[in-house]
């Protein structure tokens, strides 16, 4: 007689990190990066590519309808067996049927552009999801913590998309000395010199938002990044024309247009991007103005800025997706300056973990 069969071999464990840090510890990945959520950009493709490369990839659910973030999460796991992570919109009125998908799919982490919940936060450590809210000030980061959140990710004034006027070198230390969390650092890195930076300054790893946009993984059409890799620092700059809050992208035509437009130009703008956006994500009316009550709350701004922020996402999707840059804005940080190339997320993950080393061993005193 033979014996019970075998079990099958367990699977490979991952190759240990080079710089083991509280994130890498804390989510499971093996690198201190992490690919963070930007709209119509951190789609399957590229967060399981950055999944793959050792880094922790984050999904942009702020886009997408409740179905099609739950097909997407679905089509990550398809792709990769590493950790990843859903970006999402605390204020969005269906922010509780989107952390339900993340706890029934099992996701290790839930990032967060604006401060979650102290009982959002609760219901998903209970679940065992990190929660890693983006901050962009140090109260926020208190803030926070003191909630329960596991981590923050800090993003200085150099940052794409929505930012301050702190800059990172700045910012970082100040939130690092504040809370007793683990920090990522965000807003200014592209290299594996960045990366040594953040860890001396007390940063457990760096997210980086442009960097992974610019590489062959990415789905933003060929012709736009080739913009981007045109692009000088002069070019990045900050506009409040889009949705009444600073916004950091290219100088474009487009952008130039946007700040010579009037008010009332700018108003019926944003009503036919309203429009659009609600077809696009699934919201109705009610809940699109329920969402407007809760950012113009918790961002104390006006009415016409509420109504401008439905710009944003169809002016991105213009051009990231569609590729129309003539009428739409591209968000960047000013790293877009410095970046020259378009590798695979796996090159660009090990360039900058060999780049690291190196700079690590340049340090006066170094082995």
């Not at 050792?54 to 097909?71: K, P």
């Not at 926020?140 to 909630?147: L, M």
């Not at 429009?275 to 809940?287: L, T």
């Amino acid at each position: 007689m033979t014996g019970p069969a075998a079990p099958p071999p367990a699977a490979p464990s991952p190759p240990p990190s080079v710089f083991p840090t509280a994130l890498t510890e804390l989510t499971g990945v093996r690198h201190p990066i992490v690919q963070t959520g930007m709209g119509w950009v951190a789609g399957p493709r590229l967060v399981s590519a950055s999944a793959n490369a050792g880094a922790l990839g984050v999904l942009a659910s702020a886009t997408m309808t409740v179905d099609q973030l739950r097909a997407a999460v679905r089509e990550v796991k398809s792709r990769t067996d590493a950790p990843f992570g859903v970006n999402l919109r605390a204020d969005a009125g269906d922010a509780g049927e989107r952390v339900r998908i993340i706890i029934d799919e099992g996701v290790r982490v839930a990032s967060f552009a604006l401060a979650p919940s102290k009982d959002l936060i609760a219901r998903l450590k209970d679940a065992g999801v990190v929660v890693i809210p983006s901050i962009g000030a140090r109260r926020h980061a208190e803030k926070v913590a003191a909630w329960g959140a596991d981590a923050v990710m800090v993003q200085g004034g150099e940052g794409g998309g929505h930012t301050g006027d702190v800059a990172t070198t700045v910012l970082l230390p100040q939130v690092v000395d504040a809370v007793d969390i683990p920090v990522i650092a965000a807003g200014g890195f592209h290299d594996g010199r960045g990366l040594i930076a953040a860890l001396a300054y007390g940063a457990a790893g760096i997210g980086m938002g442009t960097r992974f946009l610019l590489t062959s993984d990415s789905t933003v059409p060929d012709a736009v990044k080739a913009r981007y890799l045109a692009a000088t620092v002069k070019d990045v700059t900050v506009t409040t024309r889009v949705d009444g809050l600073p916004h950091r992208m290219l100088r474009t035509g487009m952008v130039d247009a946007l700040e010579r437009s009037g008010r009332a130009t700018s108003l019926l703008r944003a009503l036919r991007h309203a429009s659009a956006f609600r077809k696009e994500s699934g919201a109705s009316w009610p809940q699109l103005v329920r969402d407007g009550l809760a950012m113009k709350h918790g961002k104390e701004l006006t009415w016409s800025q509420v109504l401008l922020a439905a710009n944003t996402p169809m002016l991105l999707k213009a051009s990231l997706v569609e590729g129309r840059t003539d009428i739409g804005v591209m968000a960047s940080g000013q790293v877009a300056g410095l970046i020259e190339d378009l590798p695979s997320c796996t090159e660009l993950v090990e360039r900058i973990m060999d780049e690291a080393r190196a700079a690590l061993k340049g340090l006066p005193g170094a082995g």
